[in-house]
């Protein structure tokens, strides 16, 4: 029902900065919750940051002062700005769509997901 596709990984630098886009479909975006993670190889999937349906915010420790997470809802878009980029920061970066309840850090209780971007931090 919801789709959803990941843009603007790629290799930068250690202090560089890169901006994820995540393009949803679905007649009622504004009313999702939204979120990203990520996922290193060799480890589970982590939760980075996530916005409610009322642009509430909430990131993980690691990433709390670096990374910002925003929506445009009539672009059906949500966004990640990285700025300050680490090499642990390395990973396929995911959203997520929840259609069912405020914000969430459980990726196991997300409805969409996409197939991800690489986000490659050099040192």
């Known amino acids: 029902q919801v789709q959803l596709v990941e843009s603007g990984g790629g290799l930068v630098q250690a202090g560089g900065s890169l901006r994820l886009s995540c393009a949803a479909s679905?007649?009622?975006?504004?009313?999702?919750?939204m979120g990203w993670f990520r996922q290193a190889p060799g480890k589970e999937r982590e939760f980075v940051a996530a916005?409610?349906?009322?642009?509430?915010?909430y990131y993980a420790h690691s990433v709390k002062g670096r990374f910002t997470i925003s929506r445009d809802n009539p672009k059906n878009t949500v966004y990640l700005q990285m700025n300050s980029l680490k090499p642990e920061d390395t990973a396929v970066y995911y959203c997520a769509a929840d259609l069912t309840s405020g914000i969430r850090t459980d990726p196991r209780e997300y409805d969409y997901w996409g197939q991800g971007t690489q986000v490659t931090v050099s040192s």
């Open positions: 916005i409610s349906s009322s642009t509430g915010t």
């Open positions: 679905g007649r009622a975006f504004s009313s999702y919750a």
